[in-house]
T-cell receptor, first 114, second 110 residues
Framework: ETGVTQTPRHLVMGMTNKKSLKCEQHLGHNAMYWYKQSAKKPLELMFVYSLEERVENNSVPSRFSPECPNSSHLFLHLHTLQPEDSALYLC?????????????FGSGTQLSVL | SQELEQSPQSLIVQEGKNLTINCTSSKTLYGLYWYKQKYGEGLIFLMMLQKGGEEKSHEKITAKLDEKKQQSSLHITASQPSHAGIYLCGADYGNNRLAFGKGNQVVVIP
């Protein structure tokens, strides 16, 4: 148990659906991250929030929309996704945003887009 | 091109045998992190190495950082089925993020 909880664990959605992924941490961390993990590829950093402000957006398509209402919660809103968006989406948190910060990961949401 | 190369891509060992996996960076490392992942799950932090020559151990897992080669090796002694999984290295290049390799898949046969 890392202290970072993601829901749902599995999600199947059609290309026209709208869904949201949720991440919650009660570690008192100030930074939260969304990563995408596709088969045979390295983990890709999608978004970073520090003290509820977005500090990184790594050329992610607009069909992915993050939201950080407070330092404990992070959402990823999904709409009109493509089959190639099927992947494991991982949330992580760290004490602060910066280098030499250890990341704590959630168990991920396995997303399948049909 | 890939900044971090992990080798071998996959490894099958018999229970009780030792194994070593490697992570090599094409750029100067400020720090190197090792994580373990079970299939379809999140990453569990194992160790962080920051200085050249640094070596850390946790239970039967030892990791070293070779500053000259910009490479880290992770060694497991007397492997057990619980050691099976994907080992990911993450590189700190001093730019507020970790860059990850593709992982080493380890299978331990009882």
């Amino acid at each position: 148990e890392t202290g970072v909880t993601q829901t749902p664990r599995h999600l199947v959605m059609g290309m026209t659906n709208k869904k949201s992924l949720k991440c919650e941490q009660h570690l008192g961390h100030n930074a939260m991250y969304w990563y995408k993990q596709s088969a045979k590829k390295p983990l890709e950093l999608m978004f970073v929030y520090s003290l509820e402000e977005r500090v990184e957006n790594n050329s992610v398509p607009s069909r992915f929309s993050p939201e950080c209402p407070n330092s404990s919660h992070l959402f990823l809103h999904l709409h009109t996704l493509q089959p190639e968006d099927s992947a494991l989406y991982l949330c992580a948190s760290s004490q602060e945003w910066g280098w030499q910060e250890k990341l704590f990961f959630g168990s991920g949401t396995q997303l399948s887009v049909l | 091109s890939q900044e971090l190369e992990q080798s071998p891509q996959s490894l099958i060992v018999q229970e009780g045998k030792n194994l070593t996996i490697n992570c090599t960076s094409s750029k100067t490392l400020y720090g190197l992190y090792w994580y373990k992942q079970k299939y379809g799950e999140g990453l569990i932090f194992l160790m962080m190495l920051q200085k050249g020559g640094e070596e850390k151990s946790h239970e039967k897992i030892t990791a070293k950082l070779d500053e000259k080669k910009q490479q880290s090796s992770l060694h497991i002694t007397a492997s057990q089925p619980s050691h099976a999984g994907i080992y990911l290295c993450g590189a700190d290049y001093g730019n507020n993020r970790l860059a990850f390799g593709k992982g080493n898949q380890v299978v331990v046969i009882p």
